[in-house]
């Protein structure tokens, strides 16, 4: 149920009566034990060595299952599961020549671990007071920074500043292990509506990060035919497009059978700024592609020469009598 405030009025003995504020309540039903939440993300990703570059836009739409309380039988999940994407390239080699395509065979994006954090409660300086700021140092730089106005809250993790993660991060690990050799890695997460110590999922409302240059070694040198080193780099925004509170059986129906693709929607959400001159560009030149004209253009492959038909039926027969010259093998 929605949350719920009013006013209190007393009366003693014929005395005036006296109006008192209430603080506000929210009514939440058991058997919401999980809340679905979908996400709207934008992605800049970059793949580039000292000569080329392969730039990309790419929007996403994701969700998480988020469990509101430890008797479910399902832990949900708190990495994005990918829903729906349209992506745009760009390439662009040392003499300023470039090209686009909607389609890159080698993946390099770096945004597909990071998740939502757990519950955690929030620093005593940010607690009881309308605005306050508080920073964590680590050894060189700081690692966290606590900003609150009312009852908005964001924090900036600066994950290569702490020898350990300071909160639980889902993907983290996993990113980190396969980009070990990473210059930033900056998490700046956002929530609304918190009016108590702890803060839940409920409360989230977006994020940004950036990560990299990651160094990729040996493993992206085929893809710019070049001895050179390469690096990728992703910054990314999530947008929270819908939220929805589920029980235990429509969780569990919504994890086997995902929203198709024909009921999202890559509208962003209000709070979504417009996007750069820049990109509108990129999505224009990506979307003039006549991909039947490229299809009618490319030249055949020889190795199917001379074959007539590849639809015609063989009969076991026929085929042994084709092998020794005595028909054709396929049925009349």
Known sequence: MPAACGCLALSV?????????????????KNHKYLHVLGYLREYSSLFN????????????????????????SRGWTAPRLLASRSY??????EGLDSVSDYFSTHFSLSDWIGLPGNFSLPAKLRDT???????????????????????????????????????????SNLISRNPDCDNLLINYKFENVYYDTIIASNFSGMTFHVGPCGKGNSMRR??????PSYAETYAEL????????????????????P???????????????????????????????????RRKEKPDERYAGI???????TLIGWLKSLIGLGPGTKE
């Open 239 to 258: 947008y929270i497009a819908g939220r929805e509170y589920m029980t235990e059986a429509e969780a569990a129906r919504c994890t086997k059978h995902p």
């Open 50 to 73: 000292n000569t080329d570059t392969i730039f990309l836009y790419r929007e996403k739409i994701i969700d998480f299952m988020l469990p509101t309380s430890k008797r479910g039988k």
């Open 223 to 228: 893809v710019f035919h070049s001895q050179e």
């Open 89 to 94: 390239f760009q390439f662009t080699d040392s």
């Open 308 to 314: 007539e038909d590849l639809t015609k039926k063989y």
């Open 130 to 172: 309308e605005s306050a700021n508080d920073t964590v140092m680590g050894r060189y730089r700081p690692v966290m920074i606590w900003q609150k106005n009312d009852d908005n809250v964001s924090f900036i993790i600066d994950v290569m500043a702490a020898q350990t993660p300071p909160v639980r991060i889902p993907g983290l």
């Open 260 to 294: 198709q693709k024909d009921q999202l929607s890559f509208t962003p959400p209000p709070e979504a700024p417009e996007l750069h001159a820049y990109i509108l560009r990129l999505i224009s030149r990506v979307e003039a592609i006549d991909h039947a004209d490229i």
């Open 13 to 29: 003995y014929g005395q005036p009566q006296h109006t008192y504020e209430l603080p506000e309540v929210t009514v939440k039903s």
